[in-house]
């Protein structure tokens, strides 16, 4: 995720090609304009251009503005209809891993409040707590390199777990270390560690955590429908090259800037829900997971009084991921 200003230098290389593409046809379409409507201009005889004009059928100086600006309005609402569809699936990842932050915090509250601490030693139980919190860490960065398809998932983790605890075959490993976590509490339960109502409440955020990672899979396996993502490139991209042709007659050869201009303003707008509708990526804009795996990782271990992560912070291009 972008946190920082967003630099000039950042979206430039990708306008430089589109914008020398469309000065090319600015230029064009300003060139031929003026050697078929005013060869005076360049000193042709007017015979020539007028055969040329008869034999192409072009009777008139251009395209009319206004079928240029219906066009444009036209696409412009285009644009900011999928903009919404792409920010809206973008600012729901942000609050799915949001109350993945705040159930972690419950897990990890519920934990050292309730388990083992009805039995005669309840730091007997210690070793029990500790795991159920060190496994929820797995659970969470797990998740986030889940998402992020990162094969080196199992391998990751493992730092979180018993030496005995292995998932490096396992097809999804979030909803395994969800079911390992289930187990666990209920042989607590079944031992006398913990109250049947407390399994029942600690069960529930494991349901929780279950939906939300159900959620982030939802948004990762069905990607914004392809016409939304192709057919407005494609328009813009064919608008672009047919607009000097509706202001030539009015702006002569200033119309070269002033598609540029125009045209590199709906590639940003393009561009803009391009770029965040995939969410669960490695890209600058998508969802920082591994910031916020790292923020979890140091409540919790805070809460155990063990040695803190350093935190993540953003980047010298502003970038945190």
Same mark, same amino acid.
Not at 74 to 91: E, H, K, P, Q, T
Not at 103 to 110: A, F, G, L, N
């Given at each position: 995720?972008?946190?920082?200003?967003?630099?000039?230098?950042?979206?430039?290389?990708?306008?430089?090609?589109?914008?020398?593409?469309?000065?090319?046809?600015?230029?064009?379409?300003?060139?031929?304009?003026?050697?078929?409507?005013?060869?005076?201009? =360049?000193?042709?005889?007017?015979?020539?251009?007028?055969?040329?004009?008869?034999?192409?059928?072009?009777?008139?100086?251009?395209?009319?503005?206004?079928?240029?600006?219906?066009?444009?309005?036209?696409?412009?609402?285009?644009?900011?209809?999928?903009?919404?569809?792409?920010?809206?699936? =973008? =600012?729901?990842?942000?609050?799915?891993?949001?109350?993945?932050?705040?159930?972690?915090?419950?897990?990890?509250?519920?934990?050292?409040?309730?388990?083992?601490?009805?039995?005669?030693?309840?730091?007997?139980?210690?070793?029990?707590?500790?795991?159920?919190?060190?496994?929820?860490?797995?659970?969470?960065?797990?998740?986030? !390199?889940?998402?992020?398809?990162?094969?080196?998932?199992?391998?990751?983790?493992?730092?979180?777990?018993?030496?005995?605890?292995?998932?490096?075959?396992?097809?999804?490993?979030?909803?395994?270390?969800?079911?390992?976590?289930?187990?666990?509490?209920?042989?607590?339960?079944?031992?006398?560690?913990?109250?049947?109502?407390?399994?029942?409440?600690?069960?529930?955020?494991?349901?929780?955590?279950?939906?939300?990672?159900?959620?982030?899979?939802?948004?990762?396996?069905?990607?914004?429908?392809?016409?939304?993502?192709?057919?407005?490139?494609?328009?813009?991209?064919?608008?672009?090259?047919?607009?000097?042709?509706?202001?030539?007659?009015?702006?002569? =050869?200033?119309?070269?800037?002033?598609?540029?201009?125009?045209?590199?303003?709906?590639?940003?707008?393009?561009?803009?829900?391009?770029?965040?509708?995939?969410?669960?990526?490695?890209?600058?804009?998508?969802?920082? !997971?591994?910031?916020?795996?790292?923020?979890?990782?140091?409540?919790?271990?805070?809460?155990?009084?063990?040695?803190?992560?350093?935190?993540?912070?953003?980047?010298?291009?502003?970038?945190?991921?």
């Amino acid at each position: 995720m972008i946190v920082g200003p967003l630099s000039f230098r950042r979206v430039l290389p990708s306008l430089i090609r589109p914008a020398l593409l469309f000065a090319f046809c600015a230029f064009l379409a300003t060139g031929t304009h003026f050697i078929l409507f005013h060869p005076d201009a =360049w000193h042709l005889r007017p015979d020539i251009p007028n055969e040329i004009r008869r034999l192409l059928g072009w009777y008139r100086n251009g395209v009319p503005f206004e079928a240029n600006a219906a066009l444009g309005s036209a696409l412009a609402i285009f644009l900011g209809f999928r903009n919404n569809f792409a920010y809206d699936r =973008w =600012w729901e990842a942000r609050k799915i891993w949001g109350a993945l932050v705040n159930d972690s915090r419950s897990w990890c509250r519920q934990v050292l409040a309730w388990v083992g601490r009805a039995a005669e030693d309840p730091e007997r139980a210690a070793p029990l707590r500790a795991e159920l919190v060190h496994r929820h860490l797995a659970f969470v960065h797990g998740l986030g !390199m889940h998402l992020r398809n990162d094969s080196r998932l199992a391998q990751s983790i493992q730092r979180f777990l018993p030496a005995d605890e292995n998932y490096e075959h396992v097809p999804n490993v979030p909803t395994a270390l969800l079911i390992r976590q289930g187990e666990e509490i209920a042989t607590a339960q079944r031992h006398g560690l913990l109250d049947s109502f407390h399994q029942l409440a600690m069960d529930g955020i494991l349901t929780r955590l279950s939906d939300i990672q159900g959620k982030c899979e939802r948004i990762k396996n069905t990607p914004l429908p392809r016409q939304y993502d192709a057919i407005p490139r494609w328009f813009v991209y064919v608008y672009c090259c047919f607009l000097p042709f509706g202001l030539v007659e009015n702006l002569g =050869w200033a119309t070269v800037v002033v598609c540029v201009i125009i045209s590199t303003l709906f590639l940003l707008l393009e561009s803009a829900g391009r770029v965040i509708e995939d969410p669960f990526e490695t890209h600058p804009q998508d969802t920082p !997971m591994t910031a916020l795996s790292v923020t979890i990782e140091r409540d919790l271990r805070f809460a155990l009084s063990e040695p803190l992560p350093e935190s993540l912070t953003p980047d010298e291009t502003g970038v945190l991921m």
